[in-house]
């Protein structure tokens, strides 16, 4: 299951995220924004990463004007390796070495064709397992601990 998170600025490139997800068959659950109003992304980002570092969403797709915020906000869950990307490379490495759980897009940067390559990327990119990897993402999750 997905976690979708969009404020105003990244509502458009959501739309079209969520038809790809509709045609190729994921499952996601949208915490919103839904409409293109003006809204706070912290308030969208909190309850859909909470959805996250609780097991109810195994990922995230968040999106905002520029990716920045939306990665600031989604950063500050435990449990929570948000990254936002511009390419796909961005995409595959932050999947195959940070285990990145959130995928985060800038709405006013990323082109729609950009975006559902970006995101497709990122679902099907898996963690390389690598020792050296999984040592660093340990090191993340004990900075985690040391915050709560
Ligand atoms: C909204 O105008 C914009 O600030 C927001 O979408 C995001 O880019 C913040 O980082």
Redesign the pocket.
């Known amino acids: 299951m997905i976690a979708l998170a969009c ?4 509502f458009e490139l959501m739309q079209d995220v969520k038809k790809h997800l509709d045609s190729a068959g994921y499952e996601y659950k949208d915490f919103g924004t839904f409409s293109s109003e ?1 809204c706070d ?1 912290p308030v969208i980002a909190a309850p859909a990463a909470e959805a996250i570092s609780a097991g109810n969403c195994d990922k995230g797709i968040f999106i ?7 990665s ?1 906000a989604a950063n500050k869950t435990c449990g929570i390796r948000a990254a936002l990307c511009t390419d796909c490379y961005m995409a595959e490495m932050t999947r195959s070495h940070n285990d990145a759980n959130v995928l985060v897009l ?3 940067v990323t082109k729609p064709d950009v975006g559902i390559k970006i995101v497709e990327t990122f679902l099907t990119t898996d963690f390389s397992n690598e020792e050296k990897h999984c040592r660093r993402v340990a090191m993340l999750n004990q900075l985690d601990a040391a915050r709560t």
């Open positions: 404020d105003h600025g990244g003006s992304y905002c004007g520029t990716g920045i915020g939306m600031i800038g709405g006013r």
